[in-house]
Nanobody, 118 residues
Framework: VQLQASGGGLVQAGGSLRLSCAVS????????MGWFRQAPGKEREFVAG????????MYADSVKGRFTISRDNAKNMVYLQMNSLKPEDTAVYYC????????????WGQGTLVTVSS
């Protein structure tokens, strides 16, 4: 199983980034997908999740209204559109997959670094 995250980088506050995660080695449409992040010196936290069907999404309060998670079951891809970025969004972002609980995923990707400058 591989979850390959990409799209991170350096952006100014107020800017946007789109993260992508390519998934292989599992039956993608049978897995809930999520994005998590870990900032320096902090624990990993849930950011957003999408259930089996693309329309069922959930978000951490800190990103609600700014981030949008989506999935393309035909391409085995999951995305995180991040708008109005803030310095406190700086973190390594991970995509993850689980068959039953998107908040406690079994499979993890390697992470992509997002840095938001003030």
């Amino acid at each position: 199983v591989q979850l390959q995250a990409s799209g991170g980088g350096l952006v100014q506050a107020g800017g946007s980034l789109r993260l992508s995660c390519a998934v292989s080695g599992l039956a993608f449409s049978n897995y809930h997908m999520g994005w998590f992040r870990q900032a320096p010196g902090k624990e990993r936290e849930f950011v957003a999740g999408v259930r089996l069907r693309p329309g069922f999404t959930m978000y951490a309060d800190s990103v609600k209204g700014r981030f949008t998670i989506s999935r393309d079951n035909a391409k085995n891809m999951v995305y995180l559109q991040m708008n109005s970025l803030k310095p406190e969004d700086t973190a390594v972002y991970y995509c993850a997959a689980d068959r039953t609980n998107v908040a406690a995923p079994y499979y993890w990707g390697q992470g992509t670094l997002v840095t938001v400058s003030s």
